[in-house]
């Protein structure tokens, strides 16, 4: 079994992406942010925040569930609005991050890292709610029986290969302690 670590992901993502699908792996200092290709960078960038692997995670997921046009967008075009929202912003929030956090999911157990649901909205009380962690458990078991896409599905058969993790089965992923 290899370390995990943020470079090891950097070099599986890049290894089935750069030449693929121009779109690279990238430890951001910052904010995690997606960039397009553009005259100055030739590449697609997927950033994620201060080099942490979960965040790298993350930040996939949000890339495996944008299509072609999404990805030639900044952020995916994507509305957001940073800590502090209300429990009506945070509901929208939760609407859209279904099915990234269950990509999400899916990719940490392959990579053997603990999921953690997001709310990403720290500055308020409101955490992920119990309906926002069932919906994700759903698309979840929906991705298992019906097929991953092939984009998370490449990662997570390389980062089987890579952590030595194995096969994601339905009953791997509980909400009891989530």
Request: glycine share 6%; hydrophobic share 35%.
């Amino acid at each position: 079994m290899n370390e995990r670590t943020p470079e090891s992901l950097i070099s599986l993502f890049n290894g089935l992406f750069s030449e693929t699908l121009n779109t690279v792996l990238v430890r951001g200092d910052d904010e995690p942010i997606y960039l397009p290709a553009d005259a100055i960078n030739p590449q697609h960038r997927v950033i994620f925040a201060h080099g942490f692997f979960a965040s790298a995670l993350h930040e996939i997921s949000h890339w495996c569930v944008a299509g072609e046009e999404r990805r030639r967008l900044v952020d995916f075009g994507y509305w957001y609005k940073p800590d502090g929202r209300t429990a009506e912003e945070q509901a929208e929030f939760e609407k859209v991050e279904v099915k990234p956090q269950a990509l999400e999911w899916l990719l940490s157990e392959a990579a053997g890292h603990k999921f953690h649901f997001s709310a990403d909205n720290l500055g308020s009380d409101i955490g992920a709610s119990e309906t926002f962690k069932q919906n994700v458990h759903q698309q979840l078991n929906r991705y298992l029986a019906e097929g991953i896409p092939e984009r998370p599905a490449a990662l997570i058969r390389a980062f089987q290969n890579y952590y030595g993790t194995d096969e994601l089965r339905p009953e791997s992923f509980s909400l009891q302690g989530k």
